[in-house]
């Protein structure tokens, strides 16, 4: 995973384009030395015993969750080296259960960062890193103000109950913010995305043929995503040459 460019759009929002191409050894050696701790915490699982447990939660799913699980992945592994704290897990506490709520709670300077991924082949209609990196921050203003459509009830009842997980090791502090918030969504008492860091993602696949143009495009219209709101906003894009690497990886 490289970074292509990073640039401040406004003095609240930074744009970070990154590349994912051929998995080389220095690559593949970052990926065994995160992967226990992005999908369970602090845990005595070993790679390989992790891996498998990777093979069995894709098996069953759709091309499309597959996309967006392994978006999602990448997305942990560099919100990771990132120096975020990741306060949550990749899997879910129930195995084979639908996610419900954020793609990713983090913290940085005791600051909580809300993370969500959208993802797509290139191939996909009218698609583009800027619809994409619109439709994660339209999901993310609709949890908070109570408001999204998709049935998800409470998104903090879930994000509290991975905070609040031993592996995950998050502050006390933080598991309390998340607590409150959670109760004050349970009373109807909403939040706006104005008051939240907040961290929307896109992930474009390609073919096995890699191709610029879509990073290229991103920057000729980041202008468009200046009108985003919240307290602090990281958008992350990710060109990914296809799903093929890492599903040789985990040898699925």
């Known amino acids: 995973m490289k970074i292509f460019k990073k640039e401040i759009l406004a003095h609240n929002i930074e744009l970070s384009i990154l590349h994912i191409e051929n998995f080389d050894q220095k690559f593949l050696e970052k990926i065994d030395k995160s992967i226990v701790k992005i999908c369970e915490g602090k845990s005595d699982s070993s790679c390989d015993e992790v891996k498998k447990r990777m093979v069995s939660f894709l098996k069953g799913k759709d091309e499309k969750k ?23 897990l990749f899997f879910n506490l129930e195995e084979n259960s639908v996610k419900k709520g954020f793609d990713g709670v983090y913290t940085k300077n005791n600051e909580i960062y809300l993370m969500e991924s959208k993802s797509g082949r290139f191939d996909t209609k ?24 998709k049935g998800l009830g409470n998104p903090w009842i879930n994000a509290f109950s991975h905070a609040n997980q031993i592996s995950v090791r998050t502050k006390k502090s933080v598991r309390d913010k998340i607590k409150q918030i959670q109760r004050n969504f349970e009373n109807n008492i909403f939040s706006s995305v104005n ?32 009108g985003l709101c919240g307290k602090r906003i990281e958008i992350i894009s990710i060109t990914n040459l296809d799903v093929t690497n890492f599903k040789k990886y985990i040898g699925l």
């Open 66 to 88: 597959i996309h967006g699980s392994i978006a999602e992945f990448f997305l942990h592994l560099y919100l990771n080296s990132m120096k975020y704290k990741q306060d949550c």
């Open 126 to 149: 009218s698609i583009s890193h800027i619809s994409k990196i619109k439709e994660s921050y339209t999901d993310l203003e609709k949890y908070l103000s109570g408001t999204s459509a």
């Open 195 to 226: 008051d939240f860091n907040i961290i929307p993602c896109s992930t474009i696949y390609l073919d096995g043929n890699w191709d610029e143009k879509w990073s290229n495009e991103l920057i000729k219209n980041k202008h468009k995503l200046n």
